[in-house]
Each structure stands twice: as structure tokens, then as C-alpha cells.
């Protein structure tokens, strides 16, 4: 079963730190863009940063300066570094890929998302 396997998520004080990670698994032939989202209560779901699998990098004005976003290729993973924390921050993050996989044939899902996993950050 292919998966978007999030954890790093929890409570956290303002100007805090967390890191989140996001692993592929299952029958994963390659992986290309990869990102993470955030729904807060109330605001519409946003991308907060992605990367290529060159490693271009783009993120949200909002967390420039505060967040990196890195991936590891070889073990199809991508994290997101979260540094200066604000309670603005709070809310559920997902992880997105653009996978390309093997599920009885060959299948490529650009938009694959994770479970999400919850930031709450208190002031």
C-alpha cells in the first residue's frame, strides 16, 4: 500500500522549534515535487513550501526566514524544519507528492497526500 507517512507534529511555545517528516513507502518508483500544506480553523488550506527533486525551493511569505524545507532522495522523505514559531503557525499539516508507483500497474498520482498531523503552537 503506498502511503504518506507524516509525524513530528505536537505542542509547542511560541518561538519554539518542531520538525516534521513526511516518508513515502510502498512500491515508490520515483518522486518528484514534494510539499507541505496547512489548514487552520477558519482559513483556507495553504502551501507552505515545496521542493523539487533537484531541491528548488519555494515558500509562503509568511514563514521566510523561519522555515526550511529539505527532502532526502534516497529514502524518499521530506522534512520541514519549523523554527521561530508563532501561534499563527497553529494549525493541521499535510504532506503532498507527486508519486509515480507500482499498484498493479504502473500509476502516477500527482497530488498524493498525507494524513496530516497536528502544530499547535501556544503563546
Known amino acids: 500500500q503506498v502511503q504518506l507517512v507524516e509525524s513530528g507534529g505536537g505542542l509547542v511555545q511560541a518561538g519554539g522549534s518542531l520538525r516534521l517528516s513526511c516518508a513515502a513507502s510502498?512500491?515508490?518508483?520515483?518522486?518528484?515535487?514534494m510539499g507541505w500544506y496547512r489548514h487552520a480553523p477558519g482559513k483556507q488550506r495553504e502551501l507552505v513550501a515545496d521542493?523539487?527533486?533537484?531541491?528548488?525551493?519555494n515558500y509562503v511569505d509568511s514563514v521566510k526566514g523561519r522555515f526550511t524545507i529539505s527532502r532526502d532522495n534516497a529514502k524518499n522523505t521530506v522534512y520541514l524544519q519549523m523554527n521561530g514559531l508563532k501561534p499563527e503557525d497553529t494549525a493541521v499539516y499535510y504532506c503532498?507528492?507527486?508519486?509515480?508507483?507500482?499498484?498493479?500497474?504502473?500509476?502516477?498520482?500527482?497530488?498524493?497526500w498525507g494524513q496530516g498531523t497536528q502544530v499547535t503552537v501556544s503563546s
Open positions: 503532498n507528492a507527486d508519486l509515480t508507483y507500482y499498484s498493479g500497474n504502473y500509476r502516477r498520482n500527482p497530488d498524493f
Open positions: 521542493i523539487t527533486s533537484g531541491g528548488r525551493t
Open positions: 510502498g512500491n515508490i518508483l520515483s518522486v518528484n515535487d
